[in-house]
């Protein structure tokens, strides 16, 4: 497994955020944020320029109420960055990686992984991964590799002079490996 990169798959998820979240204000009516009225009755203008990054469409519409932190009926940049910010301070749940890194913009095997292992990733069990969490997953799944290979290995298979129980003399094994200089020296 090659080293696993938390903080592109957050990065990710943030820049399709942001980017959508902007998309979707040149289309605001109120032009103070986003409605979910903005959201449900996107033109087909919106929709082209949006291309892959419906899916954070969806989740701002799924999870409206969650993110209007002030109840005002709209999405403001404030809400937005809080939310950018909780997710990189707090890390991402399964559902808002499944939703946010879906667009493709995420590479697909990196996200595949942390969503398969992700109960394994979470280390502190709270239903979140954090960029932390998946550079320490991917550092021990590495180790454990390494570990697992070299345990395959005999000493006599990494030393020159290691005896395998045929001599009791390591001497006598040194000995048959070099030539005689003693004999060579009297010739």
């Known amino acids: 497994m090659s080293l696993l990169n ?12 942001a980017s959508t979240y902007s998309t979707l204000m040149t289309n605001s009516s109120s032009g103070k944020g ?6 449900s009755n996107l033109s087909s203008t ?23 932190k002030d109840g005002d009926g709209e999405i403001s940049g404030t809400d937005l960055n809080n939310l950018m910010t909780t997710m990189q301070s707090k890390g991402l749940t399964y559902s808002e990686l499944q939703s946010l890194c879906a667009s493709g913009s995420a590479d697909s095997t990196l996200l595949s992984t942390v969503l398969q292992y992700f109960n394994k990733i979470d280390a ?3 239903g979140r991964v954090t960029s932390d969490e ?11 590799e390494v570990e697992a290979k070299y345990k395959s290995y005999k000493a006599s298979d990494t030393s020159l002079y290691y005896n395998d129980g045929v001599e009791d003399d390591t001497s006598s094994v040194l000995d048959s490996l070099q030539p005689n200089i003693s004999s060579s020296s009297n010739s």
């Open 124 to 126: 502190n069990g709270d």
């Open 6 to 17: 938390g903080q592109s798959l957050l990065a990710s998820a943030m820049s399709g955020l």
């Open 34 to 39: 986003i409605s979910l009225d903005d959201l």
């Open 46 to 68: 919106t929709l082209l320029s949006l291309g892959s990054n419906y899916s954070f469409v969806q989740y701002m519409t799924n999870n409206f109420a969650s993110l209007d």
């Open 134 to 144: 998946i550079t320490k997953f991917s550092y021990d799944c590495q180790r454990y």
